[in-house]
């Protein structure tokens, strides 16, 4: 059963068309891959998938809930989180406060208990740092829990980012360019890593990369995006032999 | 990670703030203030909660906001037309008052929460004064508030003579406000001010809580209106004005960013400041203006910069020297 | 007087107060748009102005009214590059609002430094401009305005030349657009952003002739309140383009006039920042402002 169909989906900045009649169906659990040379409006169909841009034209489903015209923080609400790909922390504040951000919205109690310290305050503040640490620990980042999110190294920010996105509860994980910056252990570290979530979360996920080798290495189905259009899709394999993609990769 | 409601945190402001009081009802009673301390001890109190408030707009939630007058003297007069028109008791008239001036506050928060929601950065800012020069201007048309002549005969209930029960209401305004911080709504303050694209991925309707947080700001800015309206017993809309609000915005930077306790000692010393430098008479409003520039400049200089990294520094070696 | 020449005498009262908000208002857009900072001071600009022009006028130096004009500008220029280099330059990568403070200890100590050396007692001085007043069938319009429209006009065709035309405005435009890729071209990015400090505050002294010959009174703080003013034409307007600030300047005061005329004195400042909220609720960068959205 597909969790996520986008169909004939497009936008336009003034005269230029950015993305244009893409269709994606994801099926629940998949671990697919967005790929495409740079400026192929890969990080536009996130923008577009997570409202921050308003699609101009075509249909967004997730799990059969009409998600075009609904606010970031509402699809968030209906189950999309995301990471960057410019790294966006709440970089002032700890790095477990950072994933306790994300809890926010599934661990509650109301106004009266923030100002006072009272009612729920205590029970459900332990609830949320148990948790949090709980989602930390999947990214080694526990021990790290007290330290600012500006001061992590570069990896583990990357890696938090992960973690405060799952803290809330998605259905569909977007990673935008998860390994980048980062060096071949790191990404081969983090490609298992990735892994591990979607087995541990229950998680499916939809990964940005343009370093194909990487994504056909853990992902089961791979779209290509060439000048906002769709150029070939499929697994690993067919996409990497496609004469199209290799084309549009080096260059005629 | 304990979480206890009766936290070590906590104990120790509780105890910090009774030392203050008695320290401070010592030294009134025992006759050590003299006539012109005696008159700022109110405003101490006002001015601590008018930075500690205006900390939750500007330090907590980033946004800035050159109006935060506008909510005081929203609370001053909404409450002063109660207490001179209705002439209740005064233990039935006080607490109303505080909850009316607070409420009409807080109304006017959520009003220009609307603004809040399209406007950033320095557009945010013109458009708080400018609902400040609005407020003003209207107190100042109105027959009912007394026009530009002001409002007078308002019952003194807050002088120095019931300095405890205001000392308490600032304490307990300065806990509330702290306690917010350290809880999950605070935590979106803070997650919308370092960045607030990712804090609506993580589904935060930002708006909501930008407005929540300028209707806490504005009921609390509202009661240090009444308690000012209550102390002075005279109110001219000119005293509300927008320099009013630099001097607030003046004292929650000079305190750091965000940090309560450092609005609080900054509130104190801009409030105590002038008086101390009224020997200087002329000179003392220049020497402020001198003040001010030397320390934004030394805070941004490379200089401090230096400094905190020796610090940081010689602070390392001592723990590495204490772990061997 | 029918209702057609007062309505018209109204507008063309606004006119000129608009063009004087106008002037002051390029002021605080071009520092806005090159050191993208608000100078808070720039009011006080306009005070020190019309106190130079007192000072080596009639009020001591007893210097020829040309010459006067010339130096005040000169003396005003140089004073705001010297406050940007003092001031303002260290804070360059600072948050914008420890610049925002930096600039209100600036006004008020000019406001103080003037209070202290010249006293809080209003100093009458009568206005420079001595021109006839024009009639027209049934409306006169007073020598002041006449030059005020005048020298406002002049003022801003050149700016507008200067920054459109001229390679030093070439630069300027180019440090605004992005400072960092103007370094990188070559601009020298100091002297650019010392010579929009010199050209506004330049501008203000001007600005301060124009505001003390109708006013003919000088006190420490007269330059708060048009200060203000002009700083809300220039958010009008939208902060950081020039016709903006042209625009903005002139509407502010044509609505400044009217509500004075038609409505209510005590109520004009609270009609022109109504305006001004609602123009931004509709467009959140002014009228002629550009939106920067930031890219995700």
Same mark, same amino acid.
């Given at each position: 059963?597909?969790?996520?169909?986008?169909?004939? !989906?497009?936008?336009?900045?003034?005269?230029?068309?950015?993305? =244009? =009649?893409?269709?994606?169906?994801?099926?629940?659990?998949?671990?697919?891959?967005?790929?495409?040379?740079?400026?192929?409006?890969?990080?536009?169909?996130?923008?577009?998938?997570?409202?921050?841009?308003?699609?101009?034209?075509?249909?967004?489903?997730? =799990?059969?809930?009409?998600?075009?015209?609904?606010?970031?923080?509402?699809?968030?609400?209906?189950?999309?989180?995301?990471?960057?790909?410019?790294?966006?922390?709440? /970089?002032?504040?700890?790095?477990?406060?950072?994933?306790?951000?994300?809890?926010?919205?599934?661990?509650?109690?109301?106004?009266?208990?923030?100002?006072?310290?009272?009612?729920?305050?205590?029970?459900?503040?332990?609830?949320?740092?148990?948790?949090?640490?709980?989602?930390?620990?999947?990214?080694? !980042?526990? /021990?790290? /829990? =007290?330290?600012?999110?500006?001061?992590?190294?570069?990896?583990?920010?990357?890696?938090?980012?992960?973690?405060?996105?799952?803290?809330?509860?998605?259905?569909?994980?977007?990673?935008?360019?998860?390994?980048?910056?980062?060096?071949?252990?790191?990404?081969?570290?983090?490609?298992?890593?990735?892994?591990?979530?979607?087995?541990?979360?229950?998680?499916?996920?939809?990964?940005?990369?343009?370093?194909?080798?990487?994504?056909?290495?853990?992902?089961?189905?791979?779209?290509?995006?060439?000048?906002?259009?769709?150029?070939?899709?499929?697994?690993?394999?067919?996409?990497?032999?496609?004469?199209?993609?290799?084309?549009?990769?080096?260059?005629? | 990670?304990?979480?206890?409601?009766?936290?070590?945190?906590?104990?120790?402001?509780? @105890?910090?703030?009774?030392?203050?009081?008695?320290?401070?009802?010592?030294?009134?009673?025992?006759?050590?203030?003299?006539?012109?301390?005696?008159?700022?001890?109110?405003?101490?109190?006002?001015?601590?909660?008018?930075?500690?408030?205006?900390?939750?707009?500007?330090?907590?939630?980033?946004?800035?906001?050159?109006?935060? @007058?506008?909510?005081?003297?929203?609370?001053?007069?909404?409450?002063?037309?109660?207490?001179?028109?209705?002439?209740?008791?005064?233990?039935?008239?006080?607490?109303?008052?505080?909850?009316? $001036?607070?409420?009409?506050?807080?109304?006017?928060?959520?009003?220009?929460?609307?603004?809040?929601?399209?406007?950033?950065?320095?557009?945010?800012?013109?458009?708080?004064?400018?609902?400040?020069?609005?407020?003003?201007?209207?107190?100042?048309?109105?027959?009912?508030?007394?026009?530009?002549?002001?409002?007078? $005969?308002?019952?003194?209930?807050?002088?120095?003579?019931?300095?405890?029960?205001?000392?308490?209401?600032?304490?307990?305004?300065?806990?509330?406000?702290?306690?917010?911080?350290?809880?999950?709504?605070?935590?979106?303050?803070?997650?919308?001010?370092?960045?607030?694209?990712?804090?609506?991925?993580?589904?935060?309707?930002?708006?909501?809580?930008?407005?929540?947080?300028?209707?806490?700001? @504005?009921?609390?800015?509202?009661?240090?209106?009444?308690?000012?309206?209550?102390?002075?017993?005279?109110?001219?809309?000119?005293?509300?004005?927008?320099?009013?609000?630099?001097?607030?915005?003046?004292?929650?930077?000079?305190?750091?960013?965000?940090?309560?306790?450092?609005?609080?000692? @900054?509130?104190?010393?801009?409030?105590?400041?002038?008086?101390?430098?009224?020997?200087?008479?002329?000179?003392?409003?220049?020497?402020?203006?001198?003040?001010?520039?030397?320390?934004?400049?030394?805070?941004?200089?490379?200089?401090?910069?230096?400094?905190?990294?020796?610090?940081?520094?010689?602070?390392?070696?001592?723990?590495?020297?204490?772990?061997? | 007087?029918?209702?057609?020449?007062?309505?018209?005498?109204?507008?063309?009262?606004?006119?000129?107060?608009?063009?004087?908000?106008?002037?002051?208002?390029?002021?605080?857009?071009?520092?806005?748009?090159?050191?993208?900072?608000?100078?808070?001071?720039?009011?006080?600009?306009?005070?020190?102005?019309?106190?130079?022009?007192?000072?080596?006028?009639?009020?001591?130096?007893?210097?020829? +009214?040309?010459?006067?004009?010339?130096?005040?500008?000169?003396?005003?220029?140089?004073?705001?590059?010297?406050?940007?280099?003092?001031?303002?330059?260290?804070?360059?990568?600072?948050?914008?609002?420890?610049?925002?403070?930096?600039?209100?200890?600036?006004?008020?100590?000019?406001?103080?430094?003037?209070?202290?050396?010249?006293?809080?007692?209003?100093?009458?001085?009568?206005?420079?401009?001595?021109?006839?007043?024009? +009639?027209?069938?049934?409306?006169?319009?007073?020598?002041?305005?006449?030059?005020?429209?005048?020298?406002?006009?002049?003022?801003?065709?050149?700016?507008?030349?200067?920054?459109?035309?001229?390679?030093?405005?070439?630069?300027?435009?180019?440090?605004?657009?992005?400072?960092?890729?103007?370094?990188?071209?070559?601009?020298?990015?100091?002297?650019?952003?010392?010579?929009?400090?010199?050209?506004?505050?330049?501008?203000?002294?001007?600005?301060?002739?124009?505001?003390?010959?109708?006013?003919?009174?000088?006190?420490?703080?007269?330059?708060?309140?048009?200060?203000?003013?002009?700083?809300?034409?220039?958010?009008?307007?939208?902060?950081?383009?020039?016709?903006?600030?042209?625009?903005?300047?002139?509407?502010?005061?044509?609505?400044?006039?009217?509500?004075?005329?038609?409505?209510?004195?005590?109520?004009?400042?609270?009609?022109?920042?109504?305006?001004?909220?609602?123009?931004?609720?509709?467009?959140?960068?002014?009228?002629?402002?550009?939106?920067?959205?930031?890219?995700?």
């Amino acid at each position: 059963m597909p969790i996520l169909e986008v169909t004939g !989906l497009g936008i336009s900045f003034g005269g230029l068309r950015a993305v =244009d =009649d893409l269709n994606m169906t994801i099926e629940k659990g998949s671990l697919v891959g967005l790929i495409g040379p740079n400026g192929a409006g890969k990080t536009t169909v996130f923008n577009m998938l997570t409202g921050v841009y308003r699609p101009t034209d075509g249909g967004i489903r997730l =799990d059969g809930e009409n998600l075009i015209g609904k606010k970031p923080d509402e699809i968030s609400a209906a189950g999309i989180a995301r990471t960057f790909q410019n790294i966006r922390l709440f /970089s002032k504040m700890t790095v477990l406060d950072n994933v306790k951000v994300g809890l926010h919205n599934h661990i509650k109690y109301p106004l009266f208990g923030s100002l006072f310290h009272a009612g729920s305050y205590a029970k459900k503040e332990k609830e949320m740092d148990e948790k949090a640490l709980e989602i930390l620990k999947v990214f080694d !980042l526990d /021990s790290n /829990s =007290d330290l600012k999110a500006a001061n992590l190294p570069y990896g583990k920010q990357r890696k938090l980012e992960i973690a405060r996105a799952l803290a809330t509860a998605p259905k569909l994980l977007l990673l935008d360019e998860p390994a980048a910056g980062m060096n071949p252990n790191e990404t081969a570290e983090l490609m298992e890593t990735i892994q591990l979530v979607r087995e541990k979360f229950g998680v499916t996920i939809l990964l940005i990369e343009h370093d194909m080798k990487l994504v056909s290495g853990i992902c089961e189905y791979i779209y290509v995006l060439n000048f906002g259009r769709e150029l070939a899709q499929g697994t690993p394999k067919e996409v990497l032999n496609n004469q199209e993609v290799i084309t549009a990769y080096l260059g005629e | 990670m304990k979480r206890k409601l009766i936290s070590k945190k906590n104990i120790i402001s509780v @105890a910090i703030i009774a030392v203050l009081y008695i320290l401070i009802q010592v030294l009134i009673n025992g006759g050590y203030l003299s006539r012109q301390m005696m008159s700022v001890i109110i405003p101490l109190c006002y001015n601590v909660i008018m930075a500690v408030s205006l900390s939750l707009i500007v330090g907590v939630l980033g946004e800035l906001s050159l109006g935060h @007058a506008a909510f005081m003297s929203i609370g001053a007069y909404s409450s002063a037309l109660f207490t001179t028109k209705f002439e209740l008791p005064e233990f039935i008239a006080l607490p109303l008052a505080l909850i009316i $001036g607070g409420l009409c506050a807080a109304a006017l928060g959520f009003i220009i929460g609307i603004p809040v929601l399209r406007l950033k950065g320095d557009y945010l800012a013109i458009v708080t004064l400018g609902f400040g020069e609005i407020i003003k201007s209207i107190f100042n048309f109105l027959p009912i508030t007394g026009g530009s002549k002001g409002l007078s $005969g308002i019952p003194i209930y807050t002088s120095y003579r019931n300095f405890g029960l205001v000392f308490l209401i600032t304490a307990v305004i300065v806990l509330l406000i702290k306690n917010l911080l350290d809880s999950r709504h605070g935590r979106v303050f803070a997650a919308i001010r370092d960045n607030s694209i990712a804090a609506q991925a993580t589904g935060i309707p930002v708006g909501t809580y930008k407005t929540m947080a300028f209707v806490i700001a @504005a009921f609390f800015a509202g009661i240090a209106g009444v308690l000012y309206a209550h102390n002075v017993g005279i109110l001219k809309p000119g005293n509300f004005d927008y320099n009013m609000s630099i001097e607030i915005l003046v004292m929650v930077v000079l305190g750091g960013m965000g940090s309560i306790g450092g609005s609080i000692i @900054a509130a104190v010393i801009l409030t105590l400041l002038p008086e101390l430098l009224r020997s200087f008479a002329d000179y003392r409003m220049l020497l402020y203006a001198i003040v001010l520039i030397a320390l934004m400049l030394f805070n941004n200089s490379s200089l401090k910069k230096k400094l905190i990294e020796k610090r940081q520094m010689s602070r390392q070696e001592k723990s590495e020297k204490e772990g061997e | 007087m029918d209702i057609f020449s007062s309505l018209a005498e109204q507008l063309i009262n606004g006119l000129r107060t608009g063009s004087i908000y106008a002037l002051i208002a390029l002021g605080y857009t071009m520092v806005y748009g090159i050191a993208k900072m608000i100078n808070f001071a720039h009011g006080d600009i306009i005070m020190v102005g019309a106190y130079l022009l007192f000072l080596l006028g009639v009020g001591k130096l007893g210097l020829p +009214t040309p010459v006067v004009i010339l130096l005040a500008i000169i003396l005003c220029a140089v004073l705001g590059m010297l406050i940007e280099k003092i001031a303002y330059k260290p804070l360059r990568n600072a948050p914008p609002l420890a610049v925002l403070i930096t600039a209100i200890g600036v006004s008020y100590f000019l406001q103080n430094f003037v209070l202290i050396s010249m006293g809080a007692t209003p100093i009458p001085f009568a206005s420079m401009i001595k021109v006839p007043s024009l +009639t027209l069938g049934t409306i006169t319009v007073s020598g002041i305005t006449l030059a005020t429209l005048v020298v406002t006009f002049v003022c801003m065709a050149g700016l507008i030349f200067f920054v459109q035309r001229t390679k030093t405005g070439a630069a300027m435009r180019a440090v605004s657009e992005d400072r960092g890729a103007a370094e990188l071209m070559g601009i020298n990015v100091n002297k650019t952003i010392s010579l929009t400090f010199a050209i506004g505050s330049g501008l203000a002294a001007v600005a301060g002739l124009l505001f003390i010959s109708q006013y003919e009174s000088l006190q420490p703080t007269l330059g708060a309140l048009p200060g203000i003013k002009a700083f809300v034409a220039a958010v009008l307007g939208g902060i950081g383009s020039i016709p903006g600030a042209i625009a903005g300047g002139i509407i502010l005061g044509i609505i400044e006039s009217l509500t004075k005329a038609y409505i209510s004195t005590q109520l004009s400042d609270a009609i022109s920042f109504s305006v001004l909220v609602l123009v931004l609720l509709i467009r959140p960068a002014g009228i002629m402002g550009k939106m920067k959205n930031e890219k995700v």
